[in-house]
């Protein structure tokens, strides 16, 4: 099976249910880099509001979200 049409092959497997694996890197991309912005959120009000709970718990999201990314980057290495 080949990649769908305007789909580089980069982002394409091939396996069972090709588009359930397509579907699932993009979403957890997605996901990763929403709880990234989140993270950025909660430091930034935690900087105006001088609550270091708040900026901590702000860089803990940001860099668990930046492991994640870089490991669905590592799995797309490994794709192609």
Request: no cysteine; proline share 2%; glycine share 10%.
């Amino acid at each position: 099976m080949s990649p769908p049409s305007g789909l580089g092959s980069a982002f394409w497997t091939q396996t069972d249910n090709d588009a359930e694996v397509l579907e699932m890197s993009g979403t957890d991309k997605l996901t990763n880099k929403i709880e990234e912005m989140s993270g950025k959120g909660k430091q930034a009000v935690g900087d105006a509001t001088d609550d270091r709970d708040l900026q901590a718990e702000g860089k803990k999201e940001e860099s668990k979200s930046n492991l994640k990314q870089g490991v669905e980057n590592v799995k797309d290495a490994f794709k192609s």
